[in-house]
């Protein structure tokens, strides 16, 4: 079974500045797929990037990017010039291409918070 | 982007009574959706795969008797809590693929359950 690793509770940043969220993973695949999503206070949970394993290239979506490291199964998302409005819960999740067994398996999340 | 809807937002029902809760994909069709449970300050957990025309499938220490899944039509899928305790109070949420399974996941706004 994948397993999906959040190693930071929580973190806070200046409005602004830039900053780092952790991830790893555990699996014995080598085609998948890896997701960032964010839950605000509203719980509404949004896609933030989406990364397909057997690409090099790593994801950009405008402040958020991500650094995929396949052999060492680390997929930590970066968020430039924070927001007040990026304040939120960030899981990391997986999901395995394996026809029949396809499902996000989550992290245990990072709160994030931006402070003014 | 993709809207999923969810009805109601809130319910509170007390011991002993059966509640539906309704996932809908407002803008396209998806012949699977997925259920999750979150508990308060935790991450979400995968309850079952809903198949559009079959069973559902659920997950390891689901009881499949007590949360009962319907996926009747290609943009409809609903979860009943049967006999709810107090123990099944929990953020509920949905969510479908657009296209194929393993594309992004769009999530509905969740529905908080209260058992009293």
């Known amino acids: 079974a994948q397993t999906v690793t959040q190693s930071q509770p929580e973190t806070s940043v200046q409005e602004a500045e830039t900053v780092t969220l952790s991830c790893t993973y555990d699996t014995s695949e080598n085609n998948y797929y890896l997701f960032w999503y964010k839950q605000p206070p509203s719980r509404q949970m949004i896609l933030v990037i989406r990364?397909?394993?057997?690409?090099?290239q790593n994801a950009t979506e405008n402040r958020f990017s991500v650094n995929f490291q396949k052999a060492a199964k680390s997929f930590s998302l970066k968020i430039s010039d924070s927001q007040l409005g990026d304040t939120a819960m960030y899981f990391c999740a997986f999901m395995t291409s394996n026809f029949g067994n396809e499902k996000l398996t989550f992290g245990t999340g990072t709160r994030l918070t931006i402070i003014p | 982007g993709a809207v999923v809807s969810q009805h109601p937002s809130r319910v509170i029902c007390k011991s002993g009574t059966s509640v539906k809760i309704e996932c809908r994909s407002l803008?396209?069709?998806?012949?699977?959706m997925f259920w999750y449970r979150q508990f308060p300050k935790q991450s979400l957990m995968l309850m079952a795969t809903?198949?559009?025309?079959?069973?559902?499938?659920?997950e390891q220490g689901v009881e499949k008797d007590k949360f009962l899944i319907n996926h009747a039509s290609l943009t409809l899928s609903t979860l009943t809590v049967t006999s709810a305790h107090p123990e099944d109070s929990s953020f509920y949420i949905c969510s479908a693929p657009r296209g194929y399974i393993t594309d992004t996941q769009y999530f509905g706004p969740g529905t908080r359950l209260t058992v009293l």
């Open positions: 990364q397909e394993a057997y690409k090099q």
């Open positions: 803008d396209f069709q998806a012949t699977t």
């Open positions: 809903s198949n559009e025309g079959s069973k559902a499938t659920y």
